[in-house]
């Protein structure tokens, strides 16, 4: 019997495993909708967009009004994402992040800037046409506020020395509006465009080193007072190297407002050197005028309250080998010209040209002219009017420190004087000499003072050593009578014999009154720049003696001024032959002072004895040579005028002394004038 269709049956219930399997699963999915409905959902809804259809009344259709969304707080608290205090924690750490950014040390910020430097000049110096807007970066380094002092040193630097590399080898001219509007190439408005980049960086540098100069008035600049210095030396760097290029004066001005402190350090000297380096590389004279203009307008602003080492900037001016002409505080003289032989000038005979011979030739100038100034070619004419100008300003300064007798500046007056002697117009000479006679009488005066008070003096020494440390009063008046025998050197020998008639008598009285003090005197050999000495252990005050030493007039000593003194006075025929009783006495009185000088100083006078002898030895034979003697009476050693000593009736007897002078060149010396005078008789 075949069996029915069997029904499948269902299990009811699960073994015991899968329940616990299938109930874990229920439970870890059983709020799987709840949660995604609870997810903000994404709605194409745009800001203040309504939502609400408008609503039908007897006035027309009104839109309800939106009610404002009100976020779930609970749920943005209790998310899983964080909390409130988790987010405010999180602002917190950002913001003290911010607050605590390392900071680059700054050894790492000038090597990067050291790279940044190098890269950026290695650049310009490749192709500075296209590179120019370079130095806009290397300007940034210097204004950022944070860079940096040595950063700032270093961009400084770094300019100056790339500006030195491109700068052109001429003056670059403002265009004009004819210029900018004109048609030109595209190679000339390329050159154009880096020309006046180039001027306009230039321009911002120069007003930036001049501002640096002066720290007191920026507040940014004033906690280093190397960035000055750094910017001084820039600019007189900057001055030696493009003297010809743009802003020339405000460079110049940098340098004469620093020369304008009393004090002396680093930087004024360093603007020192730098005016000295310009005037004797100054060809044509123009940046030299500019200089001493500027430096004559500083002077009479200050009242004459300079250092003296600023006066001494003037020796250096290219004028005494290559101006010929005189001058002085008002005027300069022209060369004068050849009258003809018959008193009356012939009259020039006018070549007859055609109108258009006269416009070939007036055009034929113009295109010379242009070519001269293309060629920047120094005209004669150009520089000779320059260098005129720049005599006058010099002698007005110099003849207004002498009229005003300025104590501390005396020295470098002098100096300049006696340099420039040759330079000054006749006109001025009367008055010069008689201000030199004046200077000559103060300082004998004070020098009898100092003899008749030492016991006052030595009970305020401070007061004594205040007054050597202002004047020195023995060199001025060895520079008083150089100036006053230069005044005639420099002179023509047939102006000088009908028009001059100087009596200089005066000035040959004075340095023959002087040769026993300079002989005697310690420092006749002595000059700050070569010779070392060491404090003196019984001196007061030790700054005043180093004071004195550094603001002597340090360009000859002593001995080498009586030497030139001598020189004008015993052996120069511009003064005519000396008369034989100056001649003796003057003899008399240097073999004397030889066995007082130092060994050096002994053989300087003994040459020049043996120059007179041998120029004047007939007339000075009787001084040797006893048997020979003319003048009657007692020789008076001692005496303050030529004419009073009586020299015949003395003898030079130091010659056997100085047969026994320590000095195998002195005994030498000695025995060549004693047969030089053997040979005259």
């Not at 506020?145 to 590399?165: E, G, H, I």
């Not at 006053?484 to 014999?497: C, I, N, R």
Request: charged share 30%.
């Amino acid at each position: 019997m075949a069996r029915g269709q069997t029904v499948k049956r269902r299990r009811l219930s699960p073994p015991a495993d899968e329940e616990a399997n299938g109930k874990a699963e229920y439970d870890a999915e059983w709020d799987v909708e709840q949660d995604y409905e609870q997810r903000p959902r994404k709605t194409n809804k745009k800001a203040n967009e309504r939502t609400r259809l408008p609503i039908k009344t007897s006035e027309g259709f009104v839109h309800a009004e939106e009610e404002p969304e009100v976020e779930d707080v609970a749920d943005d608290t209790d998310s899983f994402l964080g909390t409130d205090d988790d987010e405010d924690g999180e602002g917190e750490s950002e913001v003290e992040i911010e607050e605590k950014k390392p900071k680059i040390p700054v050894k790492v910020q000038i090597i990067q800037a050291k790279e940044d430097l190098a890269r950026i000049a290695t650049s310009i110096n490749e192709d500075p046409e296209e590179n120019i807007a370079l130095f806009k970066t290397m300007a940034d380094m210097v204004d950022n506020p944070d860079s940096p002092v040595t950063v700032k040193k270093l961009a400084l630097a770094s300019q100056a020395a790339v500006y030195k590399d491109v700068i052109p080898g001429y003056r670059i001219r403002p265009l004009s509006e004819e210029d900018m509007t004109g048609k030109v190439s595209k190679e000339v408005r390329k050159l154009r465009n880096f020309e006046q980049t180039l001027v306009s960086g230039y321009r911002n540098y120069v007003n930036k080193l001049a501002a640096l100069a002066k720290p007191g008035r920026q507040a940014m600049y004033q906690k280093d007072n190397g960035l000055k210095s750094v910017a001084i030396n820039c600019a007189c760097s900057m001055l030696q190297a493009v003297p010809h290029f743009n802003f020339r004066l405000e460079l110049l001005k940098i340098i004469v407002n620093r020369l304008a402190r009393k004090q002396v350090d680093a930087d004024v000297v360093r603007c020192r050197e730098s005016l000295e380096d310009v005037f004797e590389k100054d060809n044509d004279g123009v940046v030299s005028l500019e200089a001493v203009r500027l430096l004559a307008k500083m002077i009479r602003a200050r009242d004459f309250k300079i250092h003296e080492s600023v006066l001494d900037t003037f020796l250096h001016l290219r004028l005494l080998g290559e101006f010929g002409r005189q001058a002085s505080q008002n005027r300069v003289d022209r060369e004068a010209e050849e009258e003809p032989i018959g008193g009356k000038k012939k009259k020039q005979v006018r070549e007859f040209r055609t109108k258009r011979e006269r416009k070939v030739v007036k055009e034929r100038k113009i295109v010379e002219k242009d070519m001269k100034q293309a060629d920047a070619l120094v005209s004669h004419e150009e520089r000779d009017k320059n260098q005129a100008e720049t005599l006058k300003l010099v002698f007005g300064v110099y003849f207004r420190i002498l009229k005003q007798r300025i104590p501390h500046l005396m020295g470098p007056v002098l100096e300049g004087l006696a340099k420039y002697a040759r330079l000054i117009n006749q006109d001025f000479f009367g008055d010069l000499l008689e201000a030199m006679k004046d200077l000559i009488g103060h300082a004998e005066r004070d020098e009898q003072g100092d003899d008749n008070e030492n016991e006052e003096q030595d009970e305020d020494p401070r007061s004594a050593m205040n007054d050597t440390t202002t004047r020195d009063a023995r060199r001025e008046t060895l520079l008083c009578t150089i100036t006053a025998f230069a005044l005639l050197e420099g002179q023509d020998a047939s102006k000088a014999a009908s028009a001059l008639h100087l009596d200089l008598s005066f000035f040959i009285k004075h340095l023959y009154r002087s040769l026993y003090a300079l002989s005697i005197n310690p420092d006749v050999e002595y000059n700050p720049k070569t010779s070392l000495r060491l404090p003196d252990p019984y001196a007061h005050d030790q700054s005043a003696i180093q004071t004195r030493s550094r603001n002597k007039v340090n360009f000859q000593t002593p001995m080498v001024l009586l030497l030139r003194c001598l020189q004008s006075a015993l052996i120069s025929r511009v003064h005519g032959n000396p008369p034989p009783n100056r001649l003796a006495s003057f003899s008399k009185r240097l073999m004397t002072t030889s066995l007082q000088l130092p060994e050096k100083s002994a053989l300087a006078t003994l040459s020049l004895m043996s120059q007179v002898s041998k120029n004047h030895g007939r007339r000075i034979a009787a001084l040797w040579h006893t048997d020979e003697r003319k003048g009657d009476g007692v020789f008076n050693a001692y005496a303050l005028d030529v004419e009073g000593t009586n020299p015949f009736a003395g003898s030079i007897w130091e010659g056997e002394l100085l047969r026994h002078h320590y000095c195998p060149q002195v005994r030498t010396a000695a025995l060549d004038i004693e047969k030089i005078m053997s040979s005259t008789t």
